[in-house]
């Protein structure tokens, strides 16, 4: 029996962005301005596109193969396989989508087919997934889904990837699945569940990921009602939670992880030096999901761009900005710095 690997070819470079992703992340696409945002009260106003682009593997099998014998696809960051996740397809298949790899990373896989007269393998090859901001997941029953990480920032950086994500709620407009489930304790390996839905209060008291993950519940407002003298004390309980190593991985959310998960992960990628473009188009990226567009120049946004101007000079960057607000809300520098040693890394 002779096993030959297809796609991806050795050396290729996969991306994990669809075709419009891709184009919103190089500037060929503009989110339309949608001053009809009650984020207490989401509709549905677009359709599922959040989800990222498969990795697509496919194969040959010269020799018979019977409903007695097994295929497995296993797939690994390692050329030993010692860590795989391991697919079944069915014998009479010869490609597989699989979703949920992570950018930047080597890949290593292979076919194992196994039947009556014992078991056959293919040598391995291997992938690269490029290194672009931001990477979408794909977790049933939720949408919205994306890591934080992978910006550059203005001094050389880069948000560490796998340290935070952002997506919508998983357990009143939303039921994330038990596959849903197993993707973020196992794929995205959370450990904390950061709940900023006022609206949950008194309703969820753990996380739908799971009993034995931390329920973080500080609820938080969008926009330049964050920004309130009055609710300065939620912007410390926020960012103490975000310069304690011990909560990582860390999965925020709030109804549909447009508005308050926006301007909080606006927020913290400024605080770690993200230059401003950048900003502006991953709270844009949400425009992919089932709550609709998300524009930088909706009333909203333009409400909490004009809030932050209030604290530094005109001029100033965003990072600038958010920087100096969150001194006068009471964050620490050494809070800040604290968040910046666990967030960024240099390469």
């Known amino acids: 029996m002779k096993i030959e690997l297809l796609a991806p070819a050795r050396g290729e470079s996969i991306s994990l962005l ?17 001053n009809d945002i009650d984020w207490e009260n989401l509709k549905m106003k677009g359709t599922e596109n959040s989800y990222p682009e498969p990795v697509k593997f496919s194969w040959k099998i010269s020799g018979t ?26 014998f009479t298949e010869t490609e597989k989508e699989v979703y949920n790899l992570h950018a930047n990373r080597e890949y290593f896989w292979k076919i194992a087919v196994s039947g009556p007269e014992g078991e056959t393998e293919s040598a391995y090859s291997s992938f690269l997934t490029t290194d672009v901001a931001p990477t979408f997941f794909r977790v049933e029953g939720i949408t ?4 934080i990480g992978g910006w550059k920032t203005m001094d050389g950086k880069v948000v560490k990837r796998n340290r935070i994500y952002r997506g919508s709620e998983m357990d009143t407009h939303h ?21 900023l839905r006022g609206e ?11 009993s034995d993950i931390r329920f973080a519940f500080i609820p938080c407002k969008a926009y330049a009602e964050f920004m309130e003298p009055e609710r300065f004390e939620v912007t410390r309980a926020l960012f103490s939670l975000f310069a304690d190593e011990t909560v990582y991985p860390i999965y925020l959310h709030c109804w549909g992880g447009a ?16 230059d401003d473009e950048s900003l502006l188009i991953d709270y844009e990226m949400t425009l992919f999901s089932v709550w609709g567009e998300r524009s930088r120049k909706s009333d909203l946004f333009m409400q909490l761009m004009a809030a932050l101007d209030a604290y530094a000079k005109e001029g100033s960057t965003l990072s600038e900005k958010v920087v100096s607000y969150l001194r006068a809300a009471g ?7 604290k968040i910046r040693a666990i967030m960024l890394e240099t390469r």
């Open 18 to 34: 669809t075709v419009a992703q891709l184009a919103m992340v190089e500037g060929r696409r503009c989110a339309k301005v949608d």
């Open 65 to 90: 193969l019977t409903d007695a014998c097994s295929v497995r696809l296993i797939v690994s960051n390692d050329p030993d396989f010692r860590e795989a996740k391991v697919f079944e397809v069915s």
């Open 144 to 147: 919205n889904v994306r890591d």
């Open 175 to 195: 039921a994330l699945t038990e596959d849903g489930r197993r993707v973020l304790r196992n794929d995205l390996l959370i450990r904390t569940d950061l709940d």
């Open 200 to 210: 949950a209060e008194g309703k969820i008291f753990e996380s739908p990921i799971g």
């Open 259 to 274: 508005d308050r998960a926006g301007t909080l992960v606006l927020m913290l990628n400024a605080l770690l030096g993200v």
């Open 331 to 337: 964050v620490t520098d050494e809070q800040m710095d």
